[in-house]
């Protein structure tokens, strides 16, 4: 299930447009991570994508549908969202806090049944978190929460799946393992669209990065042919250099003034 948009603009009343003749194609099966500075309009373009933004111009195709002629329902049945975090208002155990997501497969006041169950049990497998499945989701960790919100996702049986910095605010080891998650899901054939800060994981893990400045896409390609020093410094007005490693098959971003330290102390040193 592939994602189109096509001269997608949009702004607030009475302010300047925040996103300006937007086009890109995301095909299916791929993660394309989305990078751009606070403010550049990220979040604004992601709420258009769900859905949630209807006074835009141009066009969003989900699999040859235009997501305008769909109702809410028939978007979750196309399109999962995940938020940066979620805490939780009732302390909803795991199992029912992810069958939350199977509400847009029930008709009219049907209850979840054993089929719904076995769609939880399923998810929370995939995500090898099923250990989880009666513990209090808000006595879990950031990482545990996350990977409970990707379940949950999982759980509406849709593709797409729409992801606003899904590593953000956790430890180094949970970010890996959210992101390798992730990337198990883009293996069976998942599409996933992110935004993030973080030019690195956006290196290790993206098969497209799209870069988004002032309203515009500036780039959109692999890792290797959009990031590069220029785009860092003008998406974050900073320079860096790219670290090529494992015969360019990872690259990481050195910001310059860790290298000009490393070097004065090479200097003093000798």
Same mark, same amino acid.
């Given at each position: ?27 299916? %099966?791929?993660?394309?991570? *989305?990078? +751009?500075? =606070?403010?550049? #309009? &990220? ?8 859905? /949630? ?47 939350? %997501?199977?509400?847009?497969? *029930?008709? +009219?006041? =049907?209850?979840? #049944? &054993? ?8 998810? /929370? ?47 180094? %080891? ?97």
């Amino acid at each position: 299930m592939s994602v189109q948009v096509s001269n997608l603009s949009f702004g607030y009343p009475g302010q300047p447009e925040v996103l300006k003749d937007i086009n890109f194609t995301i095909p299916e %099966g791929i993660l394309v991570s *989305l990078l +751009g500075p =606070n403010g550049a #309009g &990220k979040s604004t373009l992601m709420k258009c994508m769900l859905g /949630l933004m209807r006074h835009y111009r141009g066009d969003i195709v989900l699999d040859g549908v235009d997501i305008r002629n769909l109702t809410p329902k028939q978007m979750a049945r196309k399109t999962a969202y995940i938020p940066q975090s979620a805490e939780g208002v009732f302390n909803y155990t795991v199992e029912e806090m992810v069958l939350m %997501g199977t509400t847009s497969l *029930l008709s +009219g006041l =049907n209850s979840p #049944g &054993k089929k719904e169950e076995e769609t939880v049990l399923s998810a /929370l497998r995939k995500l090898h978190i099923d250990h989880l499945r009666y513990r209090r989701y808000m006595n879990l960790s950031g990482g545990e929460r996350q990977l409970v919100m990707i379940a949950r996702a999982l759980a509406q049986n849709t593709r797409i799946l729409y992801m606003d910095e899904p590593a953000a605010n956790l430890d180094y %080891g949970n970010q890996i393992r959210v992101m390798e998650e992730i990337r198990s899901l883009i293996r069976e054939g998942y599409t996933v669209f992110q935004t993030t800060h973080n030019p690195d994981q956006a290196f290790l893990y993206s098969d497209r990065i799209m870069a988004l400045a002032e309203g515009k896409i500036i780039a959109y390609g692999t890792p290797q042919e959009v990031i590069t020093p220029d785009l860092i410094r003008r998406l974050y007005h900073i320079e860096t250099e790219i670290e090529r490693l494992h015969d360019d098959r990872i690259r990481i971003c050195i910001p310059a003034s860790v290298l000009e330290g490393v070097k004065t102390d090479e200097q003093r040193v000798n």
